[in-house]
C-alpha cells in the first residue's frame, strides 16, 4: 500500500525560506510523477511543482525563481525548496505521485496518492 508521509511545514515571516519533504513508501519501483500541490483556507487545490523520473520539472508561473522542487529516486522522495516566501504561499501542502502520461503541475487529476498535507504559513 502506497503511503506518503510529508514534513518540514511551519510558520516563518516573509521573505524566509523552508524545505518540505515528502518520502513515498509501497513502490516497488520509482514512481514517475511526484509533485506538490497546495490548498489555502477557502480555496481550491492548486498546482505547485512536479518532476518526473528524469528530473523534468514544471512550476506554476506564481513559485517560479522562488521554488525549486527536486528529488531522489532511489528514496523516492520529493523535495520543495521554497525561498523568499510571501504571505499568499501561506496554505497546507500536498504531496502526490502518479503514474499517468503527463507529470505538469496543473495535472491535479493525473495523481494518484496524496499525502495528509503540512501546513505554512508566513507572517507579513
Known amino acids: 500500500q502506497v503511503q506518503l508521509v510529508e514534513s518540514g511545514g511551519g510558520s516563518v515571516q516573509s521573505g524566509g525560506s523552508l524545505r518540505l519533504s515528502c518520502r513515498a513508501s509501497g513502490y516497488r519501483d520509482s514512481v514517475y510523477c511526484m509533485g506538490w500541490f497546495r490548498q489555502a483556507p477557502g480555496k481550491e487545490r492548486l498546482g505547485v511543482a512536479t518532476?518526473?523520473?528524469?528530473?523534468?520539472?514544471s512550476y506554476a508561473n506564481s513559485v517560479k525563481g522562488r521554488f525549486t522542487i527536486s528529488r531522489d529516486n532511489a528514496k523516492n522522495t520529493v523535495y520543495l525548496e521554497m525561498r523568499n516566501l510571501k504571505p499568499e504561499d501561506t496554505a497546507t501542502y500536498y504531496c502526490a505521485t502518479g503514474n499517468g502520461y503527463y507529470c505538469l503541475y496543473n495535472d491535479y487529476l493525473g495523481m494518484d496518492y496524496w499525502g495528509h498535507g503540512t501546513l505554512v504559513t508566513i507572517s507579513s
Open positions: 518532476i518526473d523520473n528524469d528530473g523534468k520539472t
